[in-house]
Each structure stands twice: as C-alpha cells, then as structure tokens.
C-alpha cells in the first residue's frame, strides 16, 4: 500500500499477525473517522458470503481484519464493501445503492495484465505504467495483485441521502473519467466502479 504517496509496503510473504495489521492499518485510513455506528462487510466471491462490521467501532474493525486473514487463508478471494451503510447487509447479500448512507472516499480501479486479466490490447503491462495514469495525487495507493486501486480520502465524511445520491455516484464517475482520459489507449483498463454499492478486494 502506498499511503500518501509517500511509503510503500509490499505484503508478500509475510506472517499472518503483519498480514492483520497490515488489513487494520487499511480500515483505521477508510473507516477511522467514522464516528456514528455505521456497518460495512466482508464479501467473498466463491460462496457469496456477506460478514457485517459496525467499523465505527475500534474493536469490530479490528475483528473485520482478522477475518478478513481469515477468509484469505481459506483460499477465499475476499472483498469489502467501499461505503457504509445503517443496517448491517442481509446474510449473503450484496448491498444496494438505496441502502449507502455513507462514503469515506472516492476510489478507482486500474486493472493490471496478468491473473484473470489477460487483454493485452485493454490492459497495462505492470504497476509503474498503472500509476502514470492518475492525474492527481491520491491518499492511498493500494496493490491488490493484478490491480491498482487509488483513493482519494474525504477531510469530512459524506452523508449519502435520497436527495444526492444521485449526484455523488456522478462525481464518482467523473473521478474515474479523468484517470481514464489519462491512460489514453489503455481507458478500458479502469474499471466503471462508481456505484454507490461497490466492494473491491482487500
């Protein structure tokens, strides 16, 4: 993860007990600031398993990483959902966009050659070309293996409501729209992942 653009930590092999703090350290960043009592979730693609966290609080985002580790060490891809929500999600539910009442941050998906990504015309050849596609300083920059996921962290956390919805999932999409007008022949390698209900790896 690179945070700030500043430090970057690789987490290959690494002990499990670094691999948790590491999984923390990321949560503290999104979720810290969060003062209301406010759920998230764990997401894992092969059994469509969803566990909920009220990351409000230290403990339970402390409990959020250590079966996030967990879930990992199954062999499970595991997933987390980006913005927060007032009910803890339905068991083995994704969560929809009526149900976010809570974003910590804008975020983008840059997608790397290799793994399941195998377009070589759509997809850039490593990390470093990746990173030359973000016009703007980021927040944190994270490297999810065959993927790079940048953030740009709100000083103030936003309320989602009926009323902007709309508007926040726009000013999402725009933020992707410039990281792609910036990766010219390789746009199709940032994914669309504006919508308000999104989980990316972790």
């Given at each position: 993860?690179?945070?700030?653009?500043?430090?970057?930590?690789q987490?290959?092999?690494?002990?499990?007990?670094?691999?948790?703090?590491?999984?923390?350290?990321f949560?503290?960043l999104?979720f810290?600031?969060?003062?209301?009592?406010?759920?998230?979730?764990?997401?894992?693609?092969?059994?469509?398993?969803t566990?909920?966290?009220?990351?409000?609080?230290p403990d339970?985002?402390?409990?959020?990483?250590?079966?996030?580790?967990?879930?990992s060490?199954?062999?499970?891809?595991?997933?987390?959902?980006?913005?927060?929500?007032?009910?803890?999600?339905?068991?083995?539910?994704?969560?929809?966009?009526?149900?976010?009442?809570?974003?910590?941050?804008?975020?983008?998906?840059?997608?790397?050659?290799?793994?399941?990504h195998?377009?070589?015309?759509?997809?850039?050849?490593?990390?470093?070309?990746?990173?030359?596609?973000?016009?703007?300083?980021?927040?944190?920059?994270?490297?999810?293996?065959?993927?790079?996921?940048?953030?740009?962290l709100?000083?103030?956390?936003?309320?989602?409501?009926?009323?902007?919805?709309?508007?926040?999932?726009?000013?999402?999409?725009?933020?992707?729209?410039?990281?792609r007008?910036?990766?010219?022949?390789?746009?199709?390698?940032?994914?669309?992942?504006?919508?308000?209900?999104?989980?990316?790896?972790?």
């Amino acid at each position: 993860m690179l945070e700030n653009t500043k430090s970057e930590v690789q987490p290959v092999n690494v002990d499990k007990q670094t691999r948790i703090e590491m999984a923390l350290r990321f949560l503290n960043l999104l979720f810290g600031a969060v003062l209301e009592r406010l759920f998230g979730y764990l997401w894992t693609k092969q059994d469509k398993a969803t566990y909920p966290f009220a990351v409000s609080s230290p403990d339970e985002r402390i409990a959020m990483a250590k079966k996030a580790i967990e879930l990992s060490d199954e062999g499970k891809d595991v997933y987390f959902g980006i913005n927060l929500m007032n009910e803890p999600p339905a068991r083995n539910t994704r969560v929809k966009a009526e149900f976010v009442t809570l974003q910590t941050a804008t975020v983008a998906d840059i997608d790397i050659l290799g793994g399941e990504h195998t377009d070589s015309n759509k997809y850039p050849a490593n990390i470093e070309m990746a990173k030359g596609f973000l016009p703007f300083p980021v927040s944190m920059l994270v490297d999810s293996g065959y993927g790079l996921h940048p953030y740009c962290l709100y000083a103030k956390p936003i309320a989602i409501t009926a009323e902007n919805r709309s508007e926040v999932t726009k000013r999402n999409k725009k933020f992707i729209d410039s990281i792609r007008n910036c990766a010219g022949k390789y746009a199709k390698a940032v994914d669309s992942v504006h919508d308000l209900p999104r989980v990316l790896r972790l």
